[in-house]
């Protein structure tokens, strides 16, 4: 799966875990009509379930509120947060809702990814077949999605609190993240997904395949392989000025899948941790010894403003050439949030920057 101005237009816990539909750098950010008036007939793909999948239910997964039964192979899909959508998606299975991507996004709500894989299911959106939206800029907008009348609601990536899952209860089976609230790896929220949708083969190939894709991508770019990391949060305008993610997060774990390693500042101060995220003190910048350091900024000025403040500009990185500030909020979406459709489609252009901070690295 961004800061500064953000961190005041969007919900805050859920930002900083995505960087993306919540706040900035801190920390992470949430009954009654009739279904045929807000949202397609039925999730496309579920119409015809094979004997195999039907044979599949009833399944029970765990997650971090207990665990769900989901009795029948889902008709009636409705995806909350980042991720659990694209991984439907990417499943063959068109959702009767989704959030919009209100941060990142384009004008139509939607990630370029995201579009391609509808358009080739014949869903896009604009079209009879597409999925309902609905916008989560104040949270689960449970409302909207008791209106599609759902018969499971993904959120195998997600914030949901204890308090969100039992309301979305009341309307249909919830699958939950497993543990960490926003630290759900993409292979694992895959792989839980397929399940809950009775696709368990096509989900073990799909984790394949994405897997497959990345390191072929990677493997153009030896220079990284080895070269210690801290992927982070910098704004000298806010309070906390420096912001950690920390193994739980997807962001450092799509860089160690590529050779790379997080610096051992990061581990050393988040070891047991179960946050995603941590804050650092701006006066100890220059204990965050790595070799490249990845940020999100709002654009090219925040970019010089990190470089330009007295504490930031003692962080290593800063100092020796190899920051990487990344000001296109879709490409820092499509890793923050990380999933089988949106990591591909930024391989090309995020690598290439990674290589070019590589490059500077002193020998």
């Known amino acids: 799966m961004p800061l500064p101005t953000l961190s005041r237009a969007l919900p805050r816990r859920r930002f900083l875990r995505a960087t993306g539909q919540a ?3 801190l920390a992470a950010v949430a009954l009654s009509l009739a279904a045929c008036s807000t949202g397609p007939a039925s999730s496309t793909a579920a119409e015809s379930p094979s004997q195999s999948a039907s044979s599949a239910f009833p399944v029970t997964l765990k997650h ?11 008709q009636r899909v409705v995806t909350v947060s980042w991720v659990n959508d694209d991984v439907a998606i990417a499943l063959g299975v068109v959702p009767v809702g989704v959030p919009k991507n209100e941060w990142g996004g384009n004008d139509k709500g939607s990630t370029p990814w995201k579009d391609a894989a509808l358009e080739k299911l014949g869903a896009g959106f604009g079209s009879d077949k597409a999925p309902a939206q609905f916008s989560e800029a104040d949270g689960v907008n449970f409302t909207e999605i008791a209106k599609l009348n759902p018969d499971v609601i993904l959120g195998a990536y ?26 759900t790896s993409w292979q694992d929220s895959t792989t839980i997904i397929g399940k809950a949708l009775g ?3 096509e989900a073990a190939k799909l984790v394949a395949d994405t897997e497959a894709t990345i390191q072929d991508k990677a493997s153009k770019y030896p220079q990284l392989a080895g070269k210690t990391f801290i992927y982070g949060n910098l704004d000298p305008a806010a309070t906390e000025k420096i912001g950690l993610y920390t193994a739980n997060d997807n962001r450092p774990r799509f860089l160690n899948s590529i050779g790379m390693k997080q610096a051992s500042v990061v581990d050393e101060n988040s070891k047991g941790s179960k946050e995603f995220y941590i804050p650092w003190s701006a006066e100890k910048a220059n204990e965050l010894e790595s070799d490249i350091f990845v940020t999100w900024v709002a654009d090219d000025a925040a970019a010089k403003a990190v470089q330009a403040d ?35 489609w930024s391989l090309d252009t995020f690598l290439p920057q990674l290589a070019g901070a590589a490059d500077r690295v002193a020998k």
């Not at 020796?320 to 000001?327: I, R």
């Open 158 to 183: 997600s914030g949901l609190t204890a308090e969100d899952y039992k309301k979305l209860s009341e309307i249909a089976p919830v699958v939950a993240h497993p543990e960490v609230a926003y630290g």
């Open 64 to 74: 971090a509120f207990g665990e769900t039964t989901i009795k029948e192979q889902p």
């Open 310 to 344: 007295p504490l930031m500009a003692q962080i290593p990185a800063v100092k020796t050439g190899t920051l990487v500030t990344d000001s296109d909020n879709t490409l820092t979406l499509s890793i923050s949030a990380s999933s089988p459709l949106s990591l591909p």
């Open 23 to 25: 706040t900035a750098v």
């Open 199 to 201: 696709k368990e083969t």
